[in-house]
Nanobody
Framework: QVRLVESGGGLVQPGGSLRLSCAAS????????MGWHRQAPGKPREWVAV???????NYTDSVKGRFTISTDRAKNTMYLQMNNLKPEDTAVYYC?????????WGQGTQVTVSS
């Protein structure tokens, strides 16, 4: 089973930017659609952005125009560029397959948007 490790989170002011990274233990982005998911305190996990194995992308409405998902297959790494961050983006961000069945969830990376 592939191992996924998220990084790049942190504390940022509203309007700021962060780039999250997801390092995969083996080549997976050419095999299946992958995605970023997030879970805010007291809320269920939700999908944020997905990228197909052909490179097409889709975003949940609340992040459209602000977030960009991409992959670097040579590095087995997926990214989430997040711009114009808002307090409601505060959550733990996870990478995984785009939809069920999911692989094992990693620890995630905390993103906090606050002034």
């Amino acid at each position: 089973q592939v191992r996924l490790v998220e990084s790049g989170g942190g504390l940022v002011q509203p309007g700021g930017s962060l780039r999250l990274s997801c390092a995969a233990s083996r080549s997976i982005f050419a095999i299946t659609a992958m995605g970023w998911h997030r879970q805010a305190p007291g809320k269920p996990r939700e999908w944020v952005a997905v990228i197909s194995r052909f490179g097409s992308t889709n975003y949940t409405d609340s992040v459209k125009g602000r977030f960009t998902i991409s992959t670097d297959r040579a590095k087995n790494t997926m990214y989430l560029q997040m711009n114009n961050l808002k307090p409601e983006d505060t959550a733990v961000y996870y990478c995984n397959t785009a939809r069920e069945p999911f692989t094992s969830w990693g620890q995630g990376t905390q993103v906090t948007v606050s002034s």
